[in-house]
């Protein structure tokens, strides 16, 4: 298969950026979109231009790592996938594919097709843990029994591989799907019962200073999600911060 | 040669942990403040050390390569964790953990760290519960468990296929919990390069800035490596893209051992190779032979016919497959461990039984599994006379939420339904039980230098079991580094900042520019990963599920001259002061080709076989494994010597078993 690339090259957070074109055939439809690219590099390493720099790391699409904007989509057409995962055979020979970065003001641009997501990081930091100590002395772990669906219920929500396609994909680029789905695992157990306020407090107040947009309900998010977290989580969030920012005001 | 002290402590077997604890010296609350702990890598090891440290009081600086602690390598993890909890009430417990990942390692692995591992599990359970981490639950509430290769009790705790990730996402949350109070500091995005050691003690580490591309001194009273493991030494493999030896590779050249090189773990079940540009394998978790059959077609014209896509497997009939794990191990059948699994594979598609179109694959076929489960949910729903279709339905809903992520996993990369027609799957490299050499405390052959997790050998022998590695690497990081570091640091109150403006410092930053400034300056013009590409055929081929004397030799040649071709004709893009994939890459393929010659040479020495360690000269008529204890019960420590990987020396460290008997590994 042959494509026309248009892909983002930027050379770091004060350059402003371009599109540049690019040739690539030897392509087979079984290779990733991401083999597509190493393909890409080797070229352009021959051609004597800097290779594309992009983050991925597993290309199982657990690690969250790769972010692409493929022709307008969040880790490009398919559902429930994740730019590592989608495969050539999707796209049809002689394609023009275009690639983007994730664009969010909370997700500057590192390099080319790489972002810097450490906004999540900081808001996870802000609450998105039980406190409990490494000791070796808890209750044993079949003390407390949980519901099944309860427990089934948190690990959907806990899932969220941290990969930024809610915020990229949303207008107001809000990451309330990915905060409301740490929220929502531990609301739904009962051992992040106990911090339950401050952590729904804490996380948001984090998520609006590191500049994410407010949520409007469009449920785009919700739709390229690679994990398929469910925008009930984030009314489950809003009710949780609903409730405790009435009892403390 | 020299012997190696693993100071093990006195004491019978199950007293040994609790003794040892009982005499570590403490350290005040107001001193630990005054201790500096580097954490490099923050995967399960890494992330659990390092909160656990500064839980503790420690200073800790965390270090690793991707751009955030929650994505280590650890989060492919998919299968589960084990733990001696009992709660099947099938007659597990801590000496049967501990015996089974023993035998399981084939009787390469040391006693007392393996009983201390199968001691601690049960606490891993309950610390990660009361996390938050979601493991599956049955109806009742209570936690749910399933079985893994080569054992026969449930044990293990799984969250879907997702294992891992859960886990790791536990780890990461405990972190940042300590990150948000100031006692981490993190460095995500940031790679060692070198590690710096003053007076014969680990006193830092130099880390490249991946995003800036300026070299950082660090420094610490004490250095732990949570690397994880080099399998991407075989360039494919299902570790992630960028797994690498660096770390422990530094270290190795600064004087920690390197223990068992060439135990590589190749596991049965993963998507097989399709072509030349494919980067990675994909892993189809371990726990789908609990209800998938392994098959060949048992005639040679059927196997020709499905390559050639005349036949398809559907078309044949119990009596024309061969499901030759059942057939040779009829005790374990499809669930003996993964390197008997994986060279009954090979067998089988060597002898020309292989059914893709490259002649590597097997099936994995669920359509029993899927029948059974299908009439037991009619029977449990009071359907009588189900119809095949109806069976068939219900079998596949069950199939689904046991293994979905997996099936649907499989059928995005291979665009064929599993629920159908039978999964291929063919043996790839996964993990490394070899590893830097540790004693019983995690301590490295450098004082004040710990391994911990898949980067050091301790307890998997020459074969790891299923769902003992995100064992290990808790235990490891929440439950034995926070007391044996304790010890070491205690000597450390009255040292005060170790700084870094020492020559020790200085040189090794030298030495990182260098290198990278060499690369940079290389006038070749052939990218890396070409070169890691020809490096991971000569392994796969002479280093892989089988070795032999002349092979193995015919490696060493072959990487060297690899080596010498690298260095002339490598072209890396770009600059130092920038972010540069192409550069860290470079580095990381260099150190694998020196780790490569290491590996063969240490297999080499080998002259027995033994778990994920086949040497053709020693193996049965029926083709099983022949391990040589009288010989080879040992640890084999290489120390670096003479500038050249090659020129290693050997030193051994006996293995002595005063609580299981060596007796061959039957599965049958
Ligand atoms: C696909 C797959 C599935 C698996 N499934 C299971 C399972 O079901 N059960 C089980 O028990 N085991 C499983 N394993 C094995 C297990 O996942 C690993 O052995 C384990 O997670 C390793 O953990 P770790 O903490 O030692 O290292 P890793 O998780 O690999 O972490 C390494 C860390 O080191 C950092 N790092 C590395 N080099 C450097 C450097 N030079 N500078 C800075 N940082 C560096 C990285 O950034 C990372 O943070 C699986 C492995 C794979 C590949
Ligand atoms: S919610 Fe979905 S899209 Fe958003 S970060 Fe998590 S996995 Fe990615
Ligand atoms: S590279 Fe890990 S999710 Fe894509």
């Known amino acids: ?249 | 040669m020299s012997s190696l002290n693993a100071h093990i402590p006195e004491g019978p077997l199950a007293d040994k942990w609790t003794h040892h604890k009982a005499k570590i010296p403490l350290v005040s609350p107001a001193n630990k403040r005054r201790l500096d702990v580097i954490v490099v890598g923050t995967g399960l090891a890494g992330s659990a050390a390092a909160a656990s440290l500064a839980e503790l009081g420690y200073n800790v600086k965390a270090f690793c390569f991707q751009d955030s602690p929650r994505r280590a390598h650890s989060i492919a993890a998919q299968g589960g964790i084990n733990a001696a909890k009992n709660y099947q009430n099938d007659g597990d417990s801590t000496f049967r953990l501990f015996y089974d990942t023993i035998k399981g390692g084939d009787y390469r692995s040391r006693e007392a760290n393996v009983h201390r591992l199968a001691e601690v599990s049960a606490s891993i359970i309950d610390q990660c519960v009361a996390q938050g981490v979601p493991f599956a639950r049955d109806y009742g509430g209570l936690l749910d468990n399933r079985s893994f290769g080569g054992v026969q009790v449930s044990r293990t705790f799984y969250a879907k296929g997702q294992t891992g990730q859960q886990l790791l996402l536990g780890a990461y949350s405990a972190l940042s919990r300590q990150v948000a109070k100031g006692r981490v500091q993190m460095f995500a995005r940031h790679e060692m390069v070198e590690l710096v050691v003053v007076d014969g003690k680990a006193r830092g580490i130099i880390a490249r800035d991946l995003v800036s591309g300026e070299l950082e001194r660090h420094s610490a009273h004490a250095v732990l490596l949570c690397t994880g493991g080099y399998g991407n030494v075989f360039y494919l493999s299902t570790n992630a893209m960028g797994s690498n030896v660096t770390a422990a590779w530094k270290a190795h050249r600064k004087g920690a051992y390197m223990a068992n090189p060439c135990f590589t773990q190749i596991h049965p079940t993963c998507i097989p190779v399709s072509g030349h540009f494919q980067s990675k394998l994909t892993l189809m978790s371990e726990s789908l032979r609990n209800d998938g059959r392994i098959w060949v077609p048992k005639k040679k014209e059927d196997a020709e016919a499905i390559r050639s896509g005349k036949k398809k497997p559907t078309d044949l009939n119990e009596e024309d497959r061969d499901y030759y794990l059942e057939r040779r191990y009829p005790a374990f059948g499809n669930l003996v461990p993964r390197d008997v699994a994986s060279r009954a594979a090979k067998e089988r598609c060597d002898a020309g039984f292989g059914i893709n179109k490259t002649g590597e694959a097997v099936y994995l076929d669920f359509a029993s599994a899927i029948e059974r489960y299908g009439k037991e949910d009619a029977h449990v729903q009071g359907i009588h006379h189900p119809t095949p279709e109806k069976i068939r339905a219900l079998g596949e809903a069950i199939v689904e939420s046991k293994y979905g992520n997996l099936f649907q996993m499989y059928e995005k990369i291979t665009a064929q339904n599993p629920y159908k027609t039978p999964m291929m799957i063919y043996p790839a490299v996964h993990y490394t039980m070899g590893g830097i050499w540790v004693d019983y405390n995690l301590m490295t052959t450098v004082p004040g230098l710990f391994a911990l997790g898949e980067a050091n050998f301790s307890d998997h022998g020459a074969n790891r079991l299923g769902a003992s590695a995100l064992m290990q690497g808790l235990a490891d990081g929440y439950f034995v580094a926070p007391y044996t570091v304790g010890t070491y640091l205690a000597d450390d109150i009255q040292t005060g900042k170790i700084s870094t403006d020492s020559p020790e410092f200085a040189e090794a930053e030298k030495t990182a520019r260098d290198r990278m400034e060499g690369f940079l300056n290389s006038n070749g013009n052939t990218p890396v990963e070409v070169f890691h590409r020809e490096l991971g055929k000569i392994m796969w081929d002479q280093c892989g599920m089988a070795r032999s004397e002349t092979g193995l030799k015919k490696a060493i040649t072959d990487i060297r001259a690899l080596r010498e071709r690298f260095y002339k004709e490598v072209k890396v893009p770009g600059k130092m002061h920038e972010m540069n994939p192409e550069l860290d890459k470079a580095g990381r393929v260099a150190d694998f080709m020196e780790l490569g010659e290491l590996m063969c040479l240490d297999a080499l020495s080998r002259e027995e076989s033994c778990g994920g360690h086949f040497r053709e000269e020693h193996q049965s008529e029926e083709g099983e494994a022949v391990r040589r204890d009288d010989d080879f019960a040992y640890v084999a420590a290489w120390e670096f010597a003479d500038h050249d990987p090659g020129k290693a020396k050997l030193h051994k460290e006996d293995l002595v078993f005063e609580n299981v008997k060596l007796i061959t590994r039957s599965y049958k």
């Not at chain 1, 690339?5 to 030897?26: A, F, S």
């Not at chain 1, 664009?103 to 900081?122: G, H, Q, Y």
């Not at chain 1, 929220?183 to 009962?190: E, N």
Request: hydrophobic share 40%; proline share 3%; charged share 20%.
């Open chain 1, 1 to 249: 298969m042959k494509f026309t690339l248009n892909v983002w090259r930027q050379n770091g957070p004060q350059d402003k950026g371009r599109m540049e074109t690019y040739q690539v055939d030897q392509v087979s439809d079984d290779m990733s979109f991401l083999e597509m690219i190493d393909v890409l590099n080797e070229q352009l390493i021959h051609q004597n231009i800097d290779p594309v720099v992009f983050d991925h790391d597993c290309r199982e699409g657990i690690c969250g790592m790769c972010s692409m904007f493929i022709n307008g989509e969040a880790h490009g057409p398919g559902r429930g996938v994740t730019t590592c995962q989608l495969h050539m055979r999707e796209f049809s020979d002689g394609d023009t594919i275009t690639i983007e970065p994730f664009r969010a003001k909370a997700f500057p641009i590192i390099k080319d097709l790489m972002v810097d997501r450490s906004a999540f990081d900081r808001i996870i930091q802000a609450g998105g843990f039980v406190s409990v100590n490494t000791s070796g002395n808890l209750p044993d772990a079949n003390a407390t029994r949980i519901e099944k669906s309860h427990a089934d219920a948190a690990f959907d929500a806990a899932t969220c591989i941290g990969c930024g396609a809610c915020v990229a994909t949303c207008k107001n680029a809000s990451a309330m799907l990915f905060t409301s789905a740490k929220v929502s695992q531990f609301a739904l157990l009962p051992q992040g019962q106990v911090e339950a306020s401050e952590r729904v407090l804490h996380m948001v107040n984090q998520m609006d200073l590191e500049g994410f947009g407010n949520c409007t309900n469009t449920g785009a998010c919700e739709v390229e999600c690679p994990k398929g977290i469910s925008i009930e989580n984030i009314a489950r969030m809003n009710r949780e911060y609903l409730s405790v920012s009435l009892t403390t005001k």
